[in-house]
């Protein structure tokens, strides 16, 4: 595969129809997250387009940057001051640079099949490598008068928190999504297609419900859990973006548990929230697949011992290991001479 992207990406028309592909992408995407834009109307709890170029720059390597700058710098020219776009969107790359050189360094595999590949996602892309972009997007706010001094650190915290949902929720789905073999799944099982999709009835009505004043919305997580155990990424990831989507649309209108609150507690609510609901799902079903994939190895090791075992029984007896030639001599032997 490895071999073949490289190939692709030779091709200089390749390289720049796919770079245009990602800003066409990375702006549809960031017109999702500024329709639940809570500060000052161009700053989202959940900006999905940092796991989309994450995503891309792991499957298809850094050369698709430029992709990333032109998707926010448009995003950005119509969404706040022309002056800041730019520089805003220099400093959202550089993030997304980082996060993929820190996942490269750190041997991150995209198949997310190992604990580590998660706490890197997490530490590395999430909450490490978001800090460039909220840092740097908040100082230019700031220093344009856009943002006050009073407010910094609530801009700054929905910004950040904002960029490491997007890693968490929307880059484990997408990678979900390219590792899945399809192919295998040309015929559904009824079952485990009934079953998933109570997964995610139950959780938005008991996320709904919750957020109606009833105070339940805890149940989600149950259910958060056994969509891991049960299907692991292919079943967390969904549910994850739906209770996270319910949860940001009860923040941006007050509604439940965010009623009362200024935007300072409502973020801390909303994302203490949301990453317990993206940490939860995400290690959870990744330390099953792991172990899955461990049982498998000790079921098939312990077959190839049996059979190594077998065949050394056979060898160190010589009545059983022996030749029919020589079982014949051996009868021959045994057999009395006649007269003549």
Request: one cysteine or more; a positive charge; aromatic letters at 8%.
């Amino acid at each position: 595969m490895d071999g073949h992207k490289g190939r692709l990406l030779r091709r200089p028309l390749i390289v720049v129809l796919l770079n245009l592909a990602l800003a066409a992408a990375y702006y549809g995407t960031a017109q999702i997250g500024l329709m639940i834009g809570l500060a000052h109307g161009h700053i989202s709890p959940f900006w999905p387009p940092t796991g989309v170029a994450i995503v891309a720059l792991l499957v298809l390597g850094s050369e698709l940057w430029p992709g990333i700058l032109l998707g926010a710098g448009v995003g950005n020219v119509f969404t706040g001051p022309v002056i800041t776009a730019v520089p805003t969107a220099a400093g959202t790359t550089l993030a997304c640079l980082c996060a993929y050189w820190g996942l490269r360094k750190a041997n991150f595999r995209i198949e997310l099949d190992r604990l580590k590949d998660a706490l890197a996602l997490v530490f590395l892309a999430a909450f490490g490598a978001m800090l460039i972009s909220s840092t740097l997007g908040t100082m230019q706010l700031l220093l344009t008068g856009v943002v006050s001094g009073h407010s910094f650190v609530p801009t700054w915290l929905t910004w950040w928190t904002g960029d490491a949902m997007g890693v968490l929720i929307v880059a484990p789905l997408l990678l979900t999504l390219i590792n899945i073999p399809w192919r295998q799944y040309r015929y559904v099982d009824s079952g485990r297609f009934t079953e998933i999709a109570l997964l995610l009835v139950g959780s938005f009505g008991i996320m709904v419900f919750g957020e109606q004043g009833l105070g339940v919305s805890f149940l989600a997580f149950p259910l958060l859990v056994l969509a891991a155990w049960r299907f692991q990424l292919p079943g967390a990831a969904p549910v994850s973006l739906l209770l996270s989507a319910v949860a940001i649309h009860a923040a941006v209108h007050g509604t439940g548990t965010f009623a009362g609150h200024d935007q300072l507690h409502t973020m801390v609510i909303l994302q203490a929230f949301n990453g317990s609901i993206a940490l939860t799902g995400l290690l959870l079903s990744v330390a099953i697949t792991e172990r899955n994939r461990t049982r498998v190895e000790l079921e098939r090791t312990c077959a190839r011992l049996g059979e190594v075992i077998e065949h050394i029984d056979r060898a160190m007896r010589p009545d059983r290991a022996a030749s029919p030639l020589r079982h014949w001599a051996e009868e021959k032997q045994a057999t009395p001479k006649g007269r003549g």
